[in-house]
């Protein structure tokens, strides 16, 4: 059982490569350990791409991507970037990889660890045990919808705008994701729009309604307006358990639910394509969610947990090592409740240590 399994490892900018080594140290464990071996292989992208090759992925890259089983994304972006043309901003690397390789379906886990449960912002009781999945439409909607442009005006003003666009075949498929993981889980899907205001949304709910009648068999499915879900989920977020809604929408409302966990440095996040009918394999690329964390990068203090996490998932959906992703993510439980803590989710009475000791402690659990 040697070297399948593909995996591209992109670090990017900032923390990214500083997490993702961490990541690297636990591969090697298990080619050790465990003789399971990744066939590896390093890329650049993002603002380091464009520094060697003036654009944030170059095509060469890209088809390692998408000839791979896996890509292991750090984080991307930096402000020595940001005045550099839209088209060549490092952000533009990860949007361009997740459009060509077709990953449409974004999952965003939001889980409370127990030892983490005081972290969160909200009271103990509301989170502990949180466990619901936030499922976002990536390729879609008002982040690739045409036309889009700055425009001037005769009377010397200027005209910004964007298209929010959804089609059928769009919206069915993120919705049988959706349905395919409440399977698993505890059988509730909640669709999110704004069908009151949005055409978009209008769609979005039938196109919703009617994929539930033919085929949301053992699922349960409900409706909800996208500004009473940010309100829920700060309310009673345990109400939840698969959330699916668009793009946009999906990227504040899973920003918030992370904040439920207390830290971004926590959270893990999975993009998966289609499944192909002929090779059984599908296109995914596994991130955490937050950023290159510019104010903190080169300190030696980023939160390893992330990227962690998202190779934990990475090892259940690309490499069906489901096994190996409990005993990881056990791991993380354990060196959390024998009391050690990053910077960012420090708590009085535990002790505070560096991205590096963090892994070796995890290390010694595994
Ligand atoms: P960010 O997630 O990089 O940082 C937000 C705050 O959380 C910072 O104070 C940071 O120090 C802290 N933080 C984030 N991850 C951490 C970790 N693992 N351990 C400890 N602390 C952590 O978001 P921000 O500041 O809005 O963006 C910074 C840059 O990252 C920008 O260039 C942005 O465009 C880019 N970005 C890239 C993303 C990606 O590659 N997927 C996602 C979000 C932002
Ligand atoms: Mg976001």
Redesign the pocket.
Known sequence: MASNRKMLVLG?D???PE?VKEVLRVVDWMAKKRSVSFDLQEGLV?GAAYDKHGTPLTDETLADAVDSDAVLFG?????Q?DDLPFEVK??RG?LRLRKEMDLFANLRPAMVFDAMADASSLKRDLVSGLDIMILRELTGGVYFGQPRGIDDLPDGTKKGYDTQVYTTPEIERIGRVAFDLARKRDGRVTSVEKANVMMSGVLWREVMTNLHKAEGEGVVLDHMYADNCAMQLVRNPKQFDVIVTDNLFGDILSDCAAMLTG???MLPSASLGAVDEVTGKRHALY??????????AGKG????I?EMLSFAMALRYSFDMGEEADMLEQAIQNVLKSGLR???IMQDGMARVSTTVMTDSLLKEL
């Open positions: 990017g900032g923390i990214g997490v993002g984080a991307v972006g930096g402000t970037y490092p952000e990860l830290s971004l440095g991130e955490p969610v937050h950023g290159s964390a510019p104010d903190i203090i980023a939160n390893p992330a990053t910077a960012d």
